[in-house]
């Protein structure tokens, strides 16, 4: 883009004959115009004429008189072709006074004098050519002859009877001056209606009509033609502005339109125009190039995404809990619009208002945060479902512009305990084996302990860390060695019935049954309701048992622990 107009430029050029005797013919001569100088638009021609004259006067007259001279010269300026450019006509005067006649012609005496140094100068009219013909005669290399032509015009008066002698001398001076014109052109784009020469431009709205103007300006001293106006992105145009020419100094505004497109959008137009062929010289064609800018942003939008205990949980039954323990709720918060958000609310509605526990309540374009609670788990399925909303602001694209979502979480409160597991997420199970019966020494490593089932009534355990441990018999009733490594909580369940309490479907319990001998009672596995038809029925159980069962419905559950003296169980967590 060229912020100033361009400024025209003169060059002038000069050739001289020095004064001589009339009549002469001779030639000045000029250079042509350089093409690579600029654009010829117009040639002026000025020629200087010079006269110099001597006068011898004798008064013929018997009465004494005031004679004058007078030198006059007409210079005339022919192009090479003959065509007639301008002629200078310098002339001069002089005047003496001389007694009546003295009987001779001598030109001296007191009837007669010589008049020196008559001299005269002429400056013609500036003549201009702007034709193409004359523009293009005096355009190329090397130099014109201006054909150069004096005839002489002197004379006396003052006396009617005068002898007179005279000696003419006349020389010419041309200067020609050459006009020449740097072409220029000036383009402008805006985007709806702002310059937006720079990144990122103006924030509009996805989807919206954008409008881009193209002030077009001839800021040289030449006319153009032919003009072209391209749109890297948009095309050709040229048909969306009113002419295809400029005048000197004149303007065009152009306007196209589009649609915005999400994103950075960066277009550049060009434009170019011809210089006549009127016109010699160089450059043929000018041209410019203005970029433009936008940025384009969708609708406001914002994301909540709820985890409980770090889990999404967005589908029932969600993660397994053992209630009464701690539950945390992570609240994300995104702003995935194209405008920034303010007054960003959050409430759960089984926890209440959560904007409080937020960090802020604005959120620039892709901006998060997160928002945390805590509670403590409820037995049994738990649903809580939260919402936020965020509003534009007033100053935005889309003012005052409410968007809002919202995600639900699930837990399952269980009163069963979970499963212990290795750094590999791997369920640890105690791990159980049976030592012996009766009276006697038993040697257990020292990572074990000792649990000891004494058949007594009423029924007990006794569950003791001793290496070696020394069993002992009490009215006669033997007692059962098991060595156990790892989490050894046993329960007892000879012939009771223990509740599992609430577990979500597809639950995975894990078990470990003691048992005192090997007979044809069976365990069972079932759920509230469902006793005489149980989930899992344990037909084959040795001292020491290990299985696993996946549950098959939501529901309260039960053990009926018909064959077993020690029941370990826990819930594996998914």
Known sequence: MLSPHAQAEERSYGDEIPVKLTNWTDVLSIPRFDPSQGILTKIDFVLTGKVNGRASLENLDAEAAIVSAESVADIRLDRPDGTHVTTASPRAAKTSSLSVFDGTIDFSGTSGTTISDIVGIDISEHVSYTDPASLAFFTGSGTIDMNVQTTSRSRATGAGNLALSFNTS?????????????PAIDLEKWTNDEDADHLPGPLLHEGDVVTWTYIVTNIGEVPLIDLTLVDDQEGDIIADCPQTVLAIAESMRCTHRGIVQR?????????TGDVPAIYPGEPRQVQDSDPSHYTGIGDPAIDLEKLTNGDDADTLPGPTLVAGTVVTWSYIVHNVGGIALEAISLVDDREGAITA???????????RMVCEVQGIAQLGQYTNTATVTGTTPSDSVLPHVTVTDEDPSHYFGVEIPLCPVDDNGAVLLPKVRFLGEGAGEYTVDNAEEVLVVKKLAPFRFILQMVSPYVSTRRTGAPERVWACQGDCIFQRGLGEVIPLGPLPQNSLLHFVFLDDDEDERINTIFADGAREQPL????EQGLTTSLQVTISESNTWYVDAVDSIGLYYCLESR
Do not use: D, K, M, W
């Not at 994103?263 to 434009?271: E, M």
């Not at 526990?357 to 901006?367: K, N």
């Open 536 to 539: 899992l029925r344990i037909q």
């Open 263 to 271: 994103g950075q959008y960066t277009n550049t137009a060009s434009v």
């Open 357 to 367: 526990h937020c960090p802020q309540q604005r959120l620039a374009v892709g901006e």
């Open 170 to 182: 006349a020389g010419a001076a041309i200067t020609v001056t050459y006009f020449i014109a740097q």
